[in-house]
């Protein structure tokens, strides 16, 4: 897997923190999964383009 740096409200980072200690999963698990099901529900249904997504030090 490869990671992936973001920003996040502080409100929202606590409610996800809550859950991950209710839960006891990693962060990780709660975003990839709110990730699959956000993508399921529009990405699926839709005809969206495909992003070209490009690792750091491959850029020319």
């Known amino acids: 897997m490869r990671v992936v740096t973001f920003k996040i409200d502080e409100e929202l980072l606590e ?25 399921a529900k529009h990405y699926f249904n839709e005809n969206v383009p495909k992003a070209k997504v490009t690792k750091i030090g491959d850029v020319r």
């Open 15 to 39: 409610m996800l923190d809550s859950i991950c200690v209710k839960n006891k999963v990693e962060r990780s698990v709660i975003i990839r999964q709110a990730i699959s099901e956000f993508l």
